[in-house]
């Protein structure tokens, strides 16, 4: 089946029992049991049938063994990171959601996890911090907020030689874009309120694992842990999901054309677009993903405010989160990436005045007005 196939067809598209072209959202807490231990369903933390239909989904779209539903996508990455020790060490990329960082230094380090934060784009780099006692890569490609581009296929091979997991989040690019599993990663993450979901409705998390082995200690791990996501959410998510090339085409135009029109403003110091001929990762980017994706950071020249250009736009929303219908904007440094430290921040190339913009599938026309009248505004 192709990729558009897929999503309408993929997974448990239909229901068996009534032949629903909609699967129905089952609320039940707990199911009957012929006899003890028979039943394919016993209590909804352990299986429900509409969160199975659309964990189903995102395993055949990542083309993984099995997919896994949580409550967001913070539960989904802690429940990976559950698969780890006291006394293990994983190598983590240095340009990470604000909310992984801060599960990483408040929580995990606190449990006697160790990490070394590197550069993922940089092989050599992440060759020379693998340890005896490492035991992952973990990496977001692109990035959040910097949208730098990392080797899939190059990490996974790391990983494999040294027998360790490459766990990449695939939140930025979607399946649409690039499927780590076909690159060699073992693990794929999803904050799934973004771009699969779509519609700024639901909180969800997703996790695909590449084999079966994987796929029973993190199904162990979901049971055990419960962080799972509830029958409502995942009929919204799967539902969402359904659209999700048609949204995709239409994102990624319009952030090449958003991308084209910042390119000409004398305002704007610096862009951060994987589709820029002139970013150093456009190369492996055109190799990497079918697409560049449709987000955007930018830094405005220094002296001008960068929260009096998000707060004078009209049609674009200042918000945290992305991957919605809607064009949201927000400021990094004081919203979803606040928890890092300015210093450590600062240092891994995240500035102050650093503006993050998910381009939403609106008319193109309105969103440059819209930027347009906002930088007009700027010097007034």
Do not use: C
Not at 181 to 195: E, F, N, T
């Amino acid at each position: 089946m192709k990729f558009n196939t897929k999503l309408i067809h993929g997974g448990v598209s239909i229901d068996e029992t009534s032949g629903a072209m909609s699967i129905p959202i089952h609320m039940a807490s707990t199911f009957k049991q012929k006899t003890i231990g028979e039943s394919q369903y016993e209590y909804s933390r352990s299986g429900n049938p509409t969160r199975e239909a659309v964990e189903k989904l995102i395993a055949d779209l990542e083309n993984g063994h099995s997919g896994f539903a949580f409550a967001s996508g913070s539960a989904a990455i802690s429940t990976v990171f559950a698969l780890f020790s006291s006394g293990d060490h994983i190598i983590v990329g240095n340009d990470i959601y604000g909310g992984t960082f801060r599960l990483i230094d408040s929580v995990l380090k606190r449990m006697g996890m160790t990490f070394t934060i590197v550069d993922t784009r940089d092989l050599d780099a992440v060759e020379a911090a693998v340890r005896d006692n490492t035991t992952a890569i973990y990496l977001e490609t692109p990035t959040n907020p910097l949208l730098r581009i990392t080797d899939i296929k190059g990490i996974a091979q790391i990983a494999q030689q040294h027998h360790i997991l490459s766990i990449v989040d695939n939140t930025f690019a979607t399946p649409y874009i690039q499927k780590p599993i076909d690159l060699g990663s073992d693990i794929v993450i999803h904050s799934a309120s973004k771009y699969l979901g779509g519609h700024s409705d639901l909180i969800a998390g997703l996790v695909v694992t590449k084999n079966a082995e994987l796929s029973e200690k993190v199904g162990y791990l979901q049971n055990a842990i419960g962080a799972i996501l509830s029958p409502q959410d995942s009929w919204l998510l799967q539902r969402g999901m359904k659209t999700l090339s048609l949204r995709m085409q239409r994102h990624l135009y319009n952030a090449q054309v958003v991308f084209d029109y910042l390119s000409t403003q004398a305002d704007v110091a610096r862009i951060y677009f994987p589709g820029d001929p002139q970013n150093t990762d456009f190369t492996l980017a055109s190799k990497q993903m079918a697409g560049f994706g449709a987000m955007i950071s930018f830094e405005l020249v220094a002296g001008l405010n960068p929260e009096k250009f998000v707060s004078r736009l009209n049609v674009i929303t200042l918000a945290e989160s992305l991957g919605a219908l809607e064009s949201l904007i927000e400021i990094p440094s004081k919203m979803t990436h606040g928890a890092i430290p300015r210093d450590t921040r600062l240092a891994n190339g995240i500035q102050d005045e650093l503006i993050r913009l998910s381009v939403g599938v609106e008319d193109i026309d309105d969103l440059i007005s819209d930027l347009d009248q906002s930088f007009k505004q700027l010097k007034s």
